[in-house]
């Protein structure tokens, strides 16, 4: 399996490129503000083809980028319909007041949209792709969970999940924006990652990867989920 990620813009926005391995179809995740030409340089070092944009939910720090290359390269960008609006209308997610520091900046729905939907798996990339919805930092925040190859020599098999700003290394997603709900993303955390393996990767959409059981003992937001902090650290 070849996971390549880096952190891109002024909220350096985790972006993560998913394939089989070098030389074949791709997934980018969440290409957010100055994403393009990071990923172009990815996909052209691995000899990858990209076939689809996915996107942990709809907050412009981690969607800032998807029409650009979505176009670029006729894919299609998967998104929550709860959190589709935000892709021709920013403001709808950061809020007016933050929306105003995009001065003229005009942004649009890619031509080719498909809505994730809770429970389904999406096949591409050779990949079957598992997708929880879990709102609560944003109304359509979506859990990627691959369902990754076990490794030919050891037999062993590594699960991630690409948590978007659900879930953080120590911290949980923002609740103060619209259409977020402190309460929903703890029931969406307890209901959605906190039944899962230990040793499951998460990937987030900022800072460093840490792992369910990790966060599990260690996550002070998640010590006693009823009294949790009100916002978290990271992200828009």
């Known amino acids: ?15 993560y490129l998913v394939a089989e391995g070098p030389g074949s179809d791709a997934v980018v995740i969440d290409p957010g503000q100055d994403a393009a030409p990071i990923v172009r340089d990815a996909l052209a070092e691995h ?23 979505a176009d670029e390269y006729s894919i299609p960008v998967y998104i929550h319909a709860a959190d589709r609006p935000m892709l021709a209308d920013p403001g709808v997610g950061v809020g007016r007041a933050m929306a105003q520091m995009l001065g003229d900046t005009v942004f649009r729905e890619p031509e080719k949209v498909i809505e994730f939907v809770d429970g ?13 919805h879990a709102p609560g930092h944003s109304p359509g925040s979506v859990l990627l969970t691959p369902d990754l190859p076990a490794d030919p020599e ?29 309460q929903q993303l703890l029931d969406s955390i307890a209901d959605k990652l906190m039944g899962r393996d230990d040793d ?34 990271h992200g828009l």
């Not at 891109?8 to 985790?14: C, D, H, L, P, R």
């Open 47 to 69: 000899s990858l083809n990209p076939v689809a944009i996915f996107l942990t939910h709809g907050h412009l720090d981690h969607t800032w980028n998807a029409q650009e290359l």
């Open 120 to 132: 389904e798996d999406v096949e591409i990339a050779g990949l079957r792709w598992d997708v929880a």
């Open 200 to 233: 499951q990767v998460v990937l987030p959409g900022h800072g460093p990867q840490t792992t369910i059981g990790a966060e599990r003992v260690g996550n002070p937001f998640l010590v006693d989920l009823p009294d949790a902090p009100t916002k978290g650290r």
């Open 154 to 182: 050891t037999g062993d098999r590594v699960s991630v999940c690409f948590s978007g700003d659900v879930l953080f290394n120590g911290s949980i997603g923002r609740t103060d924006l619209p259409g977020g709900s402190h």
């Open 1 to 15: 399996m070849l996971i390549a990620g880096f952190a891109a813009g002024m909220f350096q926005t985790n972006c």
